[in-house]
């Protein structure tokens, strides 16, 4: 079955770039009809909708972080990946890596692990 | 941007109690509502897409119902591994944005 793992550093300075990649196992990334995202969650808080990326490269993001996030995706890894430019603390957070079927009214069907990553210098 | 909201945000209840979480939405979106559980430290899970359609391997006790902007998720009868947080999600419109979450205790 597919799974989802998350992977990056756990430290990031302030003002510098947050870059985390998510690799797909089990199943190739380019089939069938899904989009990929990235959500996060403080801790202790609730879960925040950071964007999604289909396979051929278009691209949603929230706008409250929409001038900082960049969410590519590379085919021939079954990777995609995230980048948060010019983080603060407040970007400090467990980030988890998602698949969305559009069949089940795009839903969050599977997530991985997540990862923290702590903003500090 | 879609407004979520939970009510409660916590509820105490005990094994074998009938508990409904109720999700309103700030303008209709469908049936384009979908419920999660979270337990600590752990990503959440799928229970609910659609408003009604129970997840693969889900037990049937969740159950949800609702469209346009109100929503409720029942689950008939509480078991000791439903204690944990959930959360309501649009998928209406984009950001895709969820509830403030509606943490469920033992009593």
């Known amino acids: 079955q597919v799974q989802l793992q998350e992977s990056g550093p756990g430290l990031v300075k302030p003002s510098q770039t947050l870059s985390l990649t998510c690799t797909v196992s089990g199943g190739s990334i380019s089939s069938g009809s899904y989009y990929w995202s990235w959500i996060r969650q403080p801790a202790g808080k609730g879960l925040e909708w950071i964007g999604r990326?289909?396979?051929?490269?278009?691209?949603n993001y929230n706008p409250s972080l929409k001038s900082r996030v960049t969410i590519s995706v590379d085919t021939s890894k079954n990777q995609f990946s995230l980048k948060l430019s010019s983080v603060t603390a407040a970007d400090t957070a467990v980030y988890y890596c998602a698949r969305v079927d559009t069949a089940m009214g795009d839903a969050f069907d599977i997530w991985g692990q997540g990862t923290m990553v702590t903003v500090s210098s | 941007d879609i407004q979520m909201t939970q009510s409660p945000s916590s509820l105490s209840a005990s094994v074998g109690d009938r508990v409904t979480i109720t999700c309103r939405a700030s303008q209709s979106i469908s049936s384009y509502l979908n419920w999660y559980q979270q337990k600590p430290g752990k990503a959440p899970k799928l229970l609910i897409y659609?408003?009604?359609s129970l997840q693969s391997g889900v037990p049937s006790r969740f159950s949800g119902s609702g469209s346009g902007t109100d929503f409720t998720l029942t689950i008939s009868s509480l078991q000791p591994e439903d204690f944990a947080t959930y959360y309501c999600q649009q998928s209406y419109s984009t950001p895709h944005s969820f509830g403030q979450g509606t943490k469920l205790e033992i009593k």
């Open positions: 990326i289909y396979t051929s490269g278009s691209t």
């Open positions: 659609a408003a009604s």
